[in-house]
């Protein structure tokens, strides 16, 4: 495969990037980048020997009037288009077990994307279409046609200003994919609607349901954790302590 792990960084989460690196590193994971919103952060992740680099593609007029999350996207399609699959991973979604082998060379999904499942779901519409809601802090893209397509669509429709993780549910419910279950969740399928670029085509979606990928407490099932904290650094660097998980 070849697949890229991304993740984004700014110079307040420098060392929340640099444990996510270090969990990485314990499972012989090299094939990551740390894309960085700033020189600062670059320089320190680079100081520490990681695979960082400023995103310059940032600079373009169009893209730096999104919201950050929603630029990710534009970013997420261009490796695609470079040829690349991409699990995109936050910085504090940790790595406890490879799921790579698990999850993507066992499956051939097109999107794998972690959910959430409780009652507070965001966006509430989506959660009550379909039991869930995406969570784009860990999300895999196969390079192919279909996605490119997918998400062509959807950065061409959809508000640019607004979040990603609110424009990526909204347009799965408005394409309304039909739904099966599956061994590690749900698998949805979307009518890619013909594209004069990419052409027709179906796209498969697994909406993981099991602990794989995990927002909560950590089971034995988890291979990512990914807990439910304030945003600010310093939170996130205490949860991982106190529960052992900070490698620095």
């Known amino acids: 495969m070849n697949l890229k792990v991304i993740s984004f960084c700014n110079y307040p989460y420098r060392e929340i990037a640099l444990n996510w690196v270090k969990h990485l590193e314990a499972l012989s994971i090299d094939n990551y980048e740390v894309l960085c919103l700033d020189t600062e952060s670059d320089e320190y992740l680079k100081s520490h020997g990681c695979h960082s680099r400023v995103l310059d593609e940032f600079n373009d007029d169009w893209i730096s009037g999104c919201k950050h999350t929603m630029r990710r ?5 261009k490796y695609l288009e470079d040829g690349f699959d991409i699990i995109h991973s936050d910085t504090d979604a940790l790595w406890l077990k490879n799921p790579i082998p698990h999850l993507i060379k066992s499956n051939d999904q097109d999107v794998i994307v972690s959910t959430v499942r409780h009652s507070g779901a965001f966006p509430p519409e989506v959660r009550e279409a379909f039991g869930f809601t ?12 279909k996605t490119i397509s997918y998400l062509h669509r959807f950065l ?7 979040s990603d993780q609110k424009n ?12 099966k279950p599956h061994q590690f969740g749900d698998q949805l399928t979307i009518d890619n609607t013909a594209d004069q670029d990419y052409g027709y085509n179906e796209l498969s979606l697994l909406a993981l349901s099991k602990p794989l990928v995990k927002r909560g407490p950590i089971q034995d099932e988890t291979y990512v954790w990914h807990p439910n904290t304030k945003k600010e650094a310093e ?11 900070w490698l620095l």
């Open 156 to 162: 061409n429709t959809r508000e640019i200003k607004g």
């Open 73 to 77: 996207t534009f970013i997420f399609k």
């Open 134 to 145: 995406c969570c784009m802090g860990w999300i895999f893209f196969r390079s192919n046609h």
């Open 235 to 245: 939170h996130k660097k205490q949860s991982f302590i106190d529960r052992k998980k």
């Open 168 to 179: 990526f549910n909204e347009f799965l419910l408005f394409n309304k994919p039909s739904s």
